[in-house]
């Protein structure tokens, strides 16, 4: 069973930034393509960006050139570096890690709140 640890939320001005970590309880990258979504209040999660099992990247259209999503094997740690950051980018932010078939987990979330 994976079990994955979001860190690194907190309250940041407009225009700030932040480093969110997930750090996945054994080496699952070769297996399982890993990706951040997020939950605003009211709202459906939405993907945030994905970082596939063969090295590729994706994002959601309301954070490219803003948002980098990486991650480092040897410890099992997924990363997502966020700057320019908006008060529309406020919400819980999951980690998630979905293999080709079966389970996909998920952690707990960590929440990011934007000041204006």
């Known amino acids: 069973q994976v079990q994955l640890v979001e860190s690194g939320g907190g309250l940041v001005q407009a225009g700030g930034s932040l480093r969110l970590s997930c750090a996945a309880s054994?080496?699952?990258?070769?297996?399982?393509?890993m990706a951040w979504y997020r939950q605003a209040p009211g709202k459906q999660r939405e993907l945030v960006a994905v970082?596939?099992?063969?090295?590729?990247?994706n994002y959601a259209d309301s954070v490219k050139g803003r948002f980098t999503i990486s991650r480092d094997n040897a410890k099992n740690t997924v990363y997502l570096q966020m700057n320019s950051l908006k008060p529309e980018d406020t919400a819980v932010y999951y980690c998630?890690?979905?293999?080709?078939?079966?389970?996909?987990?998920w952690g707990p979330g960590t929440q990011v709140t934007v000041s204006s």
């Open positions: 970082f596939t099992t063969a090295g590729r990247t």
């Open positions: 054994g080496s699952i990258f070769s297996t399982h393509t």
């Open positions: 998630n890690a979905q293999p080709r078939s079966g389970f996909i987990y």
